[in-house]
């Protein structure tokens, strides 16, 4: 009995942005702005298609609302996204580590130098 197969992969497009201001606090925050904010910008701007191809009008006044809400939802999730990613590499640099997992627990696990390593919570299991 002939079968069919399927093979394929997917994979979401990755764009890495490089931006040197000189201070590595603003280069991530300004990294996420402008990735998150072009995420935005792009989901406002399909919207805004959608529902002028299936109204069957397109003006002048559409096209200028939609390039204003497409300004303002990047400008907006840039902005959240920024912050987010500011905050976040300011703690780690507080805290000294970059990881959030469990970190009181980890903590715990190595201060005790992982006695028993099948029931190791930090992952150091030899």
């Not at 990735?35 to 989901?43: E, L, M, N, P």
């Not at 559409?62 to 303002?72: A, G, H």
Request: aromatic share 10%; with cysteine; proline share 3%.
């Amino acid at each position: 009995m002939p079968s069919t197969r399927f093979l394929g992969s997917l994979s979401t497009p990755r764009v890495d942005i490089t931006i040197d201001t000189g201070n590595l606090f603003f280069n991530q925050a300004l990294e996420g702005f402008l990735k998150i904010g072009s995420v935005a910008a792009t989901r406002s701007i399909a919207e805004d298609s959608f529902k002028a191809i299936n109204g069957g009008k397109l003006s002048k006044h559409c096209l200028e609302r939609s390039l204003k809400k497409m300004c303002k939802e990047g400008a907006y999730w840039g902005s959240v996204a920024g912050v987010y990613v500011g905050m976040e590499y300011g703690v780690g640099r507080i805290r000294g580590t970059w990881d959030w997992v469990c970190s009181p627990r980890y903590k715990e696990c190595h201060d005790r130098r992982c006695p028993n390593r099948s029931s190791c919570l930090c992952g150091d299991q030899q």
